[in-house]
Structures are given as C-alpha cells and as structure tokens.
C-alpha cells in the first residue's frame, strides 16, 4: 500500500503564495496523483489531478492561480499555489492510489 507524506502548508497572507508537496513511497507503481481539500464543516473537494503523462484537471475554483506537477522519478506531486484568497483556507490532501495522506493545514489570512 502506498504511503503520502505531505509539506508545505502553513500562514499566508491573501495574495501570497505557497507549494506544496507530497511523496509517495511503497508501491511499484504510481498512478494518478491529486490534492483534494477540506474545509471545517465542508466536504472534501477535489482540487487538482495530475495523470502519469501530465494531463491535468483542476476545479473551476483554482483555475489560473493553481498548478499541480509531478516528478516520476521522485514520486512525488506538487501544487503552486498563487494568489491565494481567504477561501482556499483548508486542510489540503494527496491522494494517490486509493489512499490518503494526513493532510496539511492552509491558512489565508490577513
């Protein structure tokens, strides 16, 4: 079973930026990669895809301030994050072959 292990989340003013990453490790191979979002008292939302050619989806929230990437050889997703808004606010997920990582915390705040 695979394992996630996420960094790069924490403070940021509205209109800052931040990355964040996730590493996949214990499994031969990895497939799709994502972020997914959760807000206190929403439900967990997709935020990006990336598939193991680079094809990318993202939530019309996110579109043009996001970016999801991927480094194969690393196993490893990334998501830019810029121009950041008070409502991106959240605890950010890597998902990855059927599982989850912890979650890192993401706060937009002035």
């Known amino acids: 079973q695979v394992h996630l292990v996420e960094s790069g989340g924490g403070l940021v003013q509205p209109g800052g930026s931040l990355r964040l990453s996730c590493a996949a490790s214990g499994s031969r191979s990895i497939y799709a990669m994502g972020w997914y979002r959760q807000a206190p008292g929403k439900q967990r939302e997709l935020v990006a895809l990336i598939s193991t ?3 990318t989806n993202y939530a019309d929230s996110v579109k043009g301030r996001f970016t999801i990437s991927r480094d ?3 196993n490893t997703v990334y998501l830019q994050m810029n121009s950041l808004k008070p409502e ?3 605890v950010y997920y890597c998902y990855c072959n059927l599982a989850w990582g ?3 915390q993401v706060t937009v705040s002035s």
Do not use: L, S
Request: hydrophobic letters at 15%; a neutral charge; glycine letters at 16%.
């Open 53 to 55: 050619d680079g094809r």
């Open 72 to 74: 194969n050889a690393k």
């Open 88 to 90: 991106d606010t959240a």
């Open 102 to 104: 912890q979650g890192t």
